[in-house]
């Protein structure tokens, strides 16, 4: 077990801000098991490496022996974090979020330990309150106090409308942490507004309040805007091995150590050790963000499959072959071909427009011959048992259907 000086310097490592640090300290000073809290709304199936950051930080304090809430917000979820919003978020349904949630579940656990994880779900304590529980609660906050958010002065003097309901999302999720008695709540820097209300309604409870732990957004494989799909930036949890590895290997070496901090499980020294290294030019940078890549891979899919992913990308990087495990796919093959359509049906482009583009861009190879701008057609037995290619990670091998 680590002195509480030596948890509180693995905790800091990656950390954007602790309000207050000096409560944490005191805390871990007092050797027993904290109630770590992370709240989050299942809004979106599909989760990428800029979710797993808190997940990541999670799963340190559990190392160092205490107890996370993961808190499911099926009811929080209702009403929409207005948190970085311009606009106000478009309502989901029940089913919607109960599909998310348990999609949400299973791959957090690829970084969580199910031994020490309590799963909850916050429509167990908000869907019963009446009318009169929300007027009691809604008291502890002033109006003044809820504009002091970011998003919400933008959008006051933008003249962009602020629904009530939004107003009440950070009550919602503030009362979460008194419910669980949150000793510690983690979240992106985005979120210190919730955090910080969560601090003060335990206060109003007479509670010791919890200690609020920011860490900051990821930046994606561009190195600028945060990871997001809708930037096409990100590294999903659910990606190919191949295609992880791939994706890790492309980010800028400038954002190499955030990666390190934020996505592996690895200790604080040894992490400024590897820094170092770098530094003092004993480590090169392409064998540092190759452990990165692997040890990434390995979180997610385990050690075998991140030394293939490490093969694969060396066939198609470094001697430009065609990796052999490329996914087959039977497709009618009797007639011509709308390569964009087929783009699009293989999931190798988002649309018919943005395979259109990728061809017009030259990133669309068949058995390694990149297809002119404006080449959209092609006969079906033209590609019998080809490869297709778009960019530089993405194969499938395309076989006529049978029957």
């Known amino acids: 077990m680590l002195s509480p000086e030596d948890q509180l310097r693995q905790i ?105 994880t309590q799963v909850r779900r916050n429509s167990e304590w908000l869907a019963p309150l009446n009318f009169a529980d929300i007027l009691r609660l809604s008291s502890m906050f002033t109006v003044a106090r809820l504009l002091e958010r970011d998003d919400f002065q933008k959008r006051f003097r933008e003249g962009v409308g602020i629904s009530l309901h939004e107003m009440l999302y950070p009550l919602a999720q503030a009362y979460d942490s008194v419910v669980i008695k949150a000793d510690v709540e983690i979240g992106g820097t985005d979120q210190l507004f919730n955090l910080l209300a969560g601090r003060e309604l335990m206060e109003r409870h007479g509670m010791e309040p919890q200690v609020c732990l920011t860490l900051p957004l990821l930046e994606g494989t561009d190195g600028s805007q945060k990871m997001s799909k809708a930037y ?70 385990g050690d075998d499959a991140a030394i293939g992913a490490e093969e694969s990308f060396d066939l198609v990087f470094r001697r430009h072959e065609i990796p052999q495990d490329v996914p087959i796919v039977e497709v009618d093959l009797a007639q011509e071909i709308h390569v964009p359509a087929l783009l699009d049906l293989l999931g190798m482009a988002t649309s018919r427009g943005e395979g259109r583009r990728l061809i017009d861009q030259g990133g669309v190879k068949i058995n ?33 259907k049978q029957g």
């Open 232 to 301: 096409g930036n990100y590294i999903g949890l659910t990606d190919e091995p191949a295609e992880m590895f791939g994706k890790v290997m492309s980010i800028p070496d400038e954002i190499m150590f955030k990666y390190y901090r934020a996505c592996l499980a690895l200790p604080a020294e040894d992490v400024e050790s590897i820094e170092k290294g770098l530094a003092a030019g004993v480590l090169h940078p392409n064998t540092v963000k190759r452990q990165l890549a692997k040890g990434v891979v390995a979180i997610y899919h």
């Open 12 to 116: 800091r490592s990656g950390v954007a801000e602790i309000v207050p640090e000096r409560v944490l300290a005191s805390k871990l000073a007092s050797g027993r098991s904290l109630t770590v809290k992370l709240g989050v709304d299942p809004t979106a199936p599909d989760l990428h490496l800029g979710h797993a950051v808190p997940l990541r930080k999670l799963r340190q304090f559990q190392d160092l022996g205490h107890t996370v809430v993961l808190i499911i917000g099926d009811f929080t979820a209702l009403i929409g974090d207005p948190s970085g919003r311009n606009t106000i978020r478009p309502p989901l349904t029940e089913a919607q979020i109960e599909e998310n949630a348990a999609t949400y579940i299973e791959q957090a656990f690829k970084v969580l330990d199910p031994s020490s």
């Open 368 to 400: 390694g011959v990149t297809l002119s701008p404006t080449s959209y057609n092609i006969e079906g037995s033209a590609i019998e048992g080809g490869v297709i290619q778009v960019g530089k990670r993405k194969f499938v091998r395309v076989v006529s």
